[in-house]
């Protein structure tokens, strides 16, 4: 590897390191200025001031708000996002198994939905203004039109209560076997496939309709190659970039912007436990799921950033 | 054409082409673009077409191919290649022809090739889909036709990807591409346009060699005369669509029956007589070094010339020489490291910002894209009144009339006013950025490859323009050019230009005279010439020369 490459990705790295660094201020702060008061939250009606002031002291609120940061970005450093106010668990116990769903979930949909996407957009190009084109611009429009929840009460009324195919809770536990696990997720994975598929489908299609009108690709016609290898092997290369972008960002939505799907569908993720502690005031935990997000939401742009620069033969191969 | 007896490769038969056009504030409509042309190749032979941009002469070599570019179609006749009609085939049928029996070479070699893939995995892509014999077996051809090309390290070149291997050696690779798949015929379109002259030469030769070796037949197309002339056995001239002349390449060159074709032959008939040089130089640029913010590497070393009232100092050099580099030093766009630049006896600050309005009148530009150098969204009166308005506050009628002034100096008149520049054509285009540098009244206007996207006749009117305007005028050009042949037509002064410094400057006569210079030598023997053989002497010619030292 060359060390413009090796450069350029370590800059890319130590540009999300500093990110990372102001969107956790951004979390602390945005926490603090929430209105209400924990102590108060946890004792509820019956909360006598003296109470009041001793929870406070136990739980170091009254600490100016620097050293409460430096405290809490220390534990997050070293693995430790501190305690569930609400019910004393360790919070990197509790999230641990809720992220691992929530990531198990997140893959099976981007399993299918990327390579899908891929598929339909180099279809939509190779029939370009064609019906083809139209019938799929016009099903993957029509359902990252409706907002999810929709979608997921259309599948749950229509695959759960009348088919009856997959299950409309999905409840998932430790011990379940593999075959079981996936008919539980079977809806919120098509739910969240359906959403984001429109999305990465058009920008392929656009991406490599950009790249179709340069001149190699009229190199390629005048070889007598056929479409379809003229639109994988000379378009879609030269289109990676792009791709690669808004399929990051998508997967990034698959991880965070899961709430409302795991919400509908009950399924034991990191939206569940987040939508739970945040009517609870549960700053700890609201503080770690923020962390988390955007840990995931960084890192998934970093590796889009570094693969279109690994994508450019100008960078890979220097003169 | 030709002997009758010889068989017959390509029989283009009544040819006619049309394309949809959506000219602003029009319906969209189909307008011909070829119109009933004809033309048959024998095996092996090597036919000439040329025309201007918009003769249909790429059209008609595409068709060879059944190819239409954009929104172009074949609307009629026969394509006739090895015995049948290859429009009757369907795109199925176009795909077995294209890449075996009928291959392309484009003019722009650097856009063609894929920047995503080796060479070798394009140059081998065709005869591979095509062929029966193993990749192996492909690679090999390659090899040896990149070392019949010319090209250096033909065993590993084809490892590389097209950014790292440079514009003169692309054009060879795509040459070698184009006859790996041992095709019948080759449409070569505009092969060496692109290139420097010094560059062009050596294609041109590895090209001609190359056909003559394999015994391809090829259409060779070119908008320069002296260049086609060099590979051709016969020539068609094409105009607006149509066929104009067709014969043998001697007698087109030589003794043209058509009007437009001697037009063609007899470009560049302006005889200029330098003026001597004044005591009072308008610009002198004293000692400029210059090199771009963050690079190390100088640009321009110890640049020193002058532009004389009312004279043209043509700056001459091939693409990288920093001609173009001089020309940002001179508006003030790229401070020099070292030297300075003096306007009619005053030193102007290095920036751009730091000039008085004042100074920034006197020196106006002309740049080589029209197109781009003007709003799209403005009309002629908005691009000409602007200076008007900025420099001397001119509104109203009054500016309408300085306007209509200025379209009638640039041989246009009034009735442009209103037009977007997209109703104009290129000429047209160059001349409205003309009038908005006259707008301003300088003294000095610098003009950077003008004439280089235009056609040979289009350019040639552009350029006696900007003579009479010198006349009436008296404003300095400083022009800058690759292009020789506009040189000797127009310069007072001359400053050849390479990597950076001036290596040779003076009166035109001088320059213009030997004893030369290597590289001076170099630039001057390869500006193509209007005569057959013209090619094979040059070349024996350095060779002779190179065996000598």
New interface residues.
């Given amino acids: 590897m060359s060390p413009a490459i090796v450069k350029l990705i370590a800059q890319r790295l130590a540009l999300g390191i500093l990110l990372l660094l102001a969107v956790s201020v951004l979390i602390f702060v945005g926490t603090q200025l929430l209105p209400g008061d924990v102590a108060q939250a946890i004792l509820g009606q019956s909360a006598t001031p003296e109470a009041l002031a001793n929870l406070r002291e136990e739980l170091g609120l009254n600490d100016p708000a620097y050293v409460r940061y430096f405290d809490w970005l220390g534990g997050v450093l070293t693995g430790d996002l501190g305690t569930a106010l609400s019910n004393g668990q360790d919070i990197s116990e509790a999230l641990g198994k809720r992220l691992s769903n929530t990531l198990f979930l997140a893959m099976w949909a981007a399993i299918i939905s990327v390579p899908l996407a891929i598929l339909l957009g180099l279809v939509a190009v190779q029939h370009r203004n064609g019906f083809i084109d139209k019938l799929i611009s016009a099903t993957t429009l029509t359902s990252i039109s409706l907002p999810e929840f929709f979608i997921g009460y259309l599948l749950v009324y229509f695959v759960a209560v009348e088919l009856q195919w997959f299950p409309s809770v999905s409840t998932v536990y430790d011990g379940m076997s593999f075959g079981d696990r996936m008919s539980a997720i079977a809806l919120p994975c098509a739910t969240l496939t359906l959403v984001v598929l429109a999305h990465m489908m058009r920008m392929t299609r656009a991406a490599i309709l950009n790249v179709m009108q340069?001149?190699?690709i009229?190199?390629?016609?005048?070889?007598?190659?056929?479409p379809f290898r003229i639109i994988l092997?000379?378009a879609f290369?030269?289109a990676i970039a792009p791709i690669v972008n808004v399929v990051m960002l998508n997967l990034a939505f698959l991880v965070v912007g899961v709430v409302v799907v795991e919400v509908i569908f009950v399924y034991p993720g990191m939206g569940q436990y987040l939508v739970d502690h945040v009517s609870k005031r549960d700053i700890p935990v609201v503080q770690a799921c923020g962390m988390i997000f955007a840990a995931v939401y960084i890192s998934l742009n970093i590796v889009a950033d570094i693969v279109a620069i690994v994508a450019n033969?100008?960078l890979r191969?220097p003169? | 054409m030709g002997d009758p007896s010889e068989e017959i490769l390509l029989d283009i038969r009544n040819l006619r082409i049309e394309a949809t056009v959506y000219p602003p504030g029009e319906d969209p409509h189909d307008i011909t673009i070829v119109d009933d042309v004809s033309l048959t190749l024998g095996r092996g032979r090597v036919l000439g077409l040329i025309g201007e941009s918009g003769a249909g002469k790429s059209t008609i070599g595409l068709s060879s191919m059944g190819y239409g570019r954009g929104g172009v179609r074949i609307t009629g006749g026969e394509v006739w290649l090895n015995g049948r009609d290859i429009l009757k085939g369907g795109l199925d049928g176009l795909r077995g022809v294209r890449g075996r029996e009928v291959c392309y070479v484009a003019q722009s070699a650097a856009a063609a090739f894929n920047p995503a893939h080796r060479l070798m995995d394009q140059v081998t892509e065709a005869a591979m889909k095509h062929g029966s014999a193993d990749r192996q077996t492909v690679v090999d051809r390659a090899i040896d036709l990149f070392g019949q090309l010319g090209l250096p390290e033909p065993e590993t070149i084809g490892q590389r990807y097209p950014h790292q291997v440079s514009g003169g050696q692309l054009q060879r690779v795509m040459t070698a591409m184009a006859l790996a798949s041992g095709p019948d015929l080759i449409v070569f379109d505009e092969p060496t346009t692109a290139l420097d002259v010094t560059t062009q030469i050596d294609v041109l030769a590895a090209i001609k060699n190359a056909i003559r070796r394999t015994g391809v037949a090829a259409l060779y197309i070119s908008h320069d005369l002296a260049v086609v002339a060099q590979v051709s056995d016969e020539m068609m001239v094409l105009r607006h669509g149509k066929l104009v002349e067709h014969g043998e390449t001697r007698q087109v060159i030589e003794s043209p029956v058509d009007e437009y074709t001697q037009a063609l032959v007899s470009v560049r008939s302006i005889k200029h007589v330098e003026k001597p040089p004044t005591t009072q130089p308008v610009l002198t640029i004293r000692g400029v070094t210059a090199a771009y913010p963050g690079t190390s590497v100088d640009v321009l070393r110890d640049v020193n010339v002058e532009v004389h009232p009312g004279q043209t100092l043509a700056v001459v050099g091939e693409s990288g020489s920093g001609k173009s580099t001089l020309a940002r030093v001179i508006t003030g766009l790229l401070p020099p490291r070292e030297g300075s630049v003096e306007f009619a006896g005053r030193t102007l600050a290095p920036e751009m910002e730091k000039r008085s309005r004042d100074d920034l009148r006197e020196l106006q530009m002309i740049y080589q894209m029209a197109d781009v150098a003007m709003n799209p969204r403005q009309t002629v009166r908005t691009i000409v009144g602007r200076p008007l308005e900025f420099y001397f506050g001119l509104r109203g009628a009054e500016r309408d009339r300085r306007i209509a002034e200025l379209l009638d100096e640039i041989e246009m008149g009034e009735g442009f006013i209103d037009r977007y520049p997209a109703e104009l054509s290129g000429g047209q285009k160059q001349r409205v950025c003309i009038a908005r540098a006259l707008a301003a009244k300088p003294n000095l206007i610098i003009c950077d490859e003008v004439t280089s996207a235009l056609d040979p006749l289009v350019a040639d009117g552009i350029l006696k323009l900007l003579l009479k305007l010198q006349a009436e005028e008296k404003v300095a050009f400083l022009f800058i050019t690759h292009d020789l042949a506009t040189v000797r037509a127009i310069a007072d002064s001359i400053a050849v230009m390479f990597q950076g410094e001036v290596v040779r400057y003076g009166p035109k006569s001088e320059v213009l005279s030997p004893p030369f210079d290597d590289y001076t030598d170099l630039l001057l023997s390869s500006v193509p010439e209007m005569k057959l053989g013209w090619l094979e002497d040059v070349i024996e010619h350095r060779r002779m020369e190179s065996a000598g030292n």
């Fill in positions: 340069s001149a190699y009229e190199t390629a016609e005048l070889k007598g190659l056929s092997r000379h290369p030269n033969p100008r191969h003169k």
